[in-house]
Structures are given as structure tokens and as C-alpha cells.
Nanobody, 113 residues
Framework: QVQLVESGGGLVQPGGSLRLSCTAS?????MSWYRQAPGKERELVER????????TYADSVKGRFTISRDNTKNTVYLQMNSLKPEDTAVYYC?????????WGQGTQVTVSS
């Protein structure tokens, strides 16, 4: 069993930045950030694994979002820069351990002026 605790969401103006954090109760092979906007399916944004490093899956965030990981704290971060209104969504942390998927509670990110 893995517990995930997220933090860092909030309201930000277009062009602003936010950093999301997700701390796991134990080390996991892969940690990822997903997001789900109203009326849309949940999409994979960024993933970091112990073998492959970081991968960006959402074309719309390339060059603006960066995933990083602090293995000493079992924490993954999502640095989000140049935020746009279309980035508004609930952001979920995901962790994979022994083929099981674990999810955080989600944190709301709203980009609006």
C-alpha cells in the first residue's frame, strides 16, 4: 500500500507559475502527474521512472512543465511555468509499485485572470 499526499495547487494568473508536490509513503518505481479538466478524460502529463528518467506525454505542456524527483524524500514535483487557462484542471499524482497503481486525492489548479 502506498499513500500519496499532494500539495501546491491554487489560483494563478495566466503566465504565472506553480509547483506541485507529491510525497509517497514509500519508494515507488514510477511517479507521474495526470490532470483532468472538466468534461475531459484524465490525461498523463509527465512521468518519471527510476530507469528512464523523465518523459513528457502531453504535447501542450512541452517546454513549460518539468517533473523532478527527490528520492531521499519520496517526493515528485511538477514545476509549471507560463501557465495558460487551458491548464486549468485537477492534477493527480500517480505512483506505480509492483504493478499496482496508486492515486493522490488531486489538487485543483485554476489559471484565470
Amino acid at each position: 500500500q502506498v499513500q500519496l499526499v499532494e500539495s501546491g495547487g491554487g489560483l494563478v494568473q495566466p503566465g504565472g507559475s506553480l509547483r506541485l508536490s507529491c510525497t509517497a509513503s514509500k519508494w515507488t518505481y514510477a511517479m507521474s502527474w495526470y490532470r483532468q479538466a472538466p468534461g475531459k478524460e484524465r490525461e498523463l502529463v509527465e512521468r518519471m521512472t527510476s530507469v528512464s528518467g523523465s518523459t513528457t506525454y502531453a504535447d501542450s505542456v512541452k517546454g513549460r512543465f518539468t517533473i523532478s524527483r527527490d528520492n531521499t524524500k519520496n517526493t515528485v514535483y511538477l514545476q509549471m511555468n507560463s501557465l495558460k487557462p487551458e491548464d486549468t484542471a485537477v492534477y493527480y499524482c500517480n505512483a506505480v509499485l509492483s504493478a499496482w497503481n496508486y492515486w493522490g486525492q488531486g489538487t485543483q489548479v485554476t489559471v484565470s485572470s
